[in-house]
């Protein structure tokens, strides 16, 4: 008995406290689109349908067109443009739990609960179930259900007709029941993945780590043998190649750490914990495996002021890490030498949120595809970067309730800006000298 309640606790914790939300189910600008227009035409194809080949008592053109006109909200240029982010998860949950659970029940309530209306019910349960969280979708049938069976009596209809409201009852809880077990059994399915991809991920990283770990050793023992009695130019030599090869080994290392993380994006970890902002920018950009001198010298940092935010430090340290990398990289591809102060990490509080801002004159990013670079898979790096780099960035920041946007030009540079909550859990905001 111990150890079932025990196992019940684990899976309540793991897949309905700690298991985040997905408002959207396989989100994609093209699936959205084909919902929006299937859901408007839907409407209007159902008005002719129950109003005109096969009446039903209380079809409603106003509501038709309301209902059509709701689902525009699926076609929105900024929830299609980045269906992931929070905000078009709220827009998409708003908008289905209007469509589906609302409006069916109200018109189930209207229509006395009739074969028609009956089967529509049971078809809207499934396909809810199919469309969002499972969590999600439950929560949205209890309220959405109550309050379509409010708005319809309150307009004169009734739950049931007068022949068989059990067996309504009974057909509506079965459809109800399989609903939530197939919600369930998706969720596993997803979570069952991820797991398996960490655990192919996890082998091959402890792969990689042991030959890395060698190459490391390699450069201490050329550092130790730039101190025998040797020449200085040759002492000078094997310090700048142990130093390259460590730095080489922790750049690996943080590609590794990276991509594990980037197989979390669905369960990032859920620290909480106060961030002082300055601290951690100038702890990365000191530890950043630069490839030479000259691109560490032309990092510059300046704090304006310093702010508390909560999340996790080792997942925004590698938010900081991958922009700055991205920033070199720009920077590289430009035709002139990177010179100090060419790329810039600001600290500052900015209408009340705390921001970070990393700016490099480098080639920018043309304006049409400034739009899609957060989409995962997608990268301006031709044949240099898997896409996951910034849309790791991203669900970092919205995870801590904060905004990542960018702002450039092409050719005269780009500025990345991460927005967040301040926190009064740390230090309180206060200026820094620059670095």
């Given at each position: ?246 730095n080489l080994v922790r750049s690996m290392n ?34 950043y495996p630069y490839r030479s001198s000259r ?141």
């Amino acid at each position: 008995m111990k150890n079932t309640l025990t196992r019940w606790r684990q899976w309540w914790h793991d897949d309905v406290v700690d298991a985040p939300f997905e408002p959207i189910l396989h989100p994609s600008s093209q699936r959205l689109l084909w919902i929006g227009v299937f859901t408007f035409a839907g409407h209007m194809l159902f008005y002719w349908m129950w109003a005109h080949a096969l009446p039903q008592p209380h079809e409603n053109l106003l509501a038709r067109l309301f209902m059509a006109l709701t689902a525009l909200i699926y076609l929105m240029p900024g929830l299609r443009r980045d269906p992931t982010s929070a905000s078009s998860g709220r827009w998409f949950t708003l908008a289905t739990w209007i469509q589906l659970p609302w409006f069916f029940t109200w018109m189930y309530g209207m229509n006395g609960g009739n074969p028609v209306w009956l089967g529509s019910f049971v078809a809207m349960v499934l396909i809810y179930y199919h469309a969002t969280d499972w969590r999600i979708a439950t929560l949205g049938l209890i309220t959405g259900g109550g309050a379509g069976l409010m708005t319809s009596h309150l307009l004169g209809g009734v739950a049931h007709g007068p022949q068989q409201p059990l067996a309504n009852l009974v057909v509506i809880g079965f459809a109800w029941s399989m609903g939530l077990m197939l919600g369930l059994s998706s969720a596993n399915l997803r979570r069952a993945r991820l797991i398996n991809t960490l655990s192919t991920m996890g082998v091959m990283a402890h792969e990689l780590r042991t030959p890395l770990a060698t190459v490391n050793l390699m450069g201490d023992v050329l550092r130790n043998l730039s101190q025998n009695d040797v020449g200085d130019a040759k002492r000078k030599k094997f310090e700048e190649l142990a130093t390259r090869l460590q730095n080489l080994v922790r750049s690996m290392n943080r590609q590794i750490d990276t991509q594990i993380s980037n197989a979390q994006l669905l369960r990032l970890p859920r620290e909480n914990l106060p961030i002082q902002a300055a601290e951690l920018v100038h702890e990365v950009v000191a530890n950043y495996p630069y490839r030479s001198s000259r691109e560490r010298d032309c990092v510059r940092v300046q704090v304006q002021q310093d702010f508390c935010f909560t999340g996790s430090r080792a997942m925004f340290a590698q938010v900081i890490t991958n922009l700055l990398k991205n920033a070199l990289h720009a920077l590289a591809s430009a035709s002139n030498a990177p010179q100090p102060g060419d790329l810039r990490v600001d600290v500052g509080v900015h209408h009340g949120k705390g921001r970070i801002a990393v700016s490099d004159d480098g080639i920018g990013i043309s304006h049409e595809l400034q739009s899609r670079i957060f989409e995962p898979f997608y990268s301006t790096q031709a044949g240099a970067g898997n896409g996951l780099g910034l849309t790791f960035c991203k669900n970092v920041v919205e995870a801590a309730h904060g905004r990542i946007s960018v702002h450039s030009e092409p050719g005269l540079g780009a500025v990345f800006m991460i927005d967040l909550p301040l926190s009064t859990t740390g230090s309180p905001a206060r200026p820094a000298p620059t670095a």
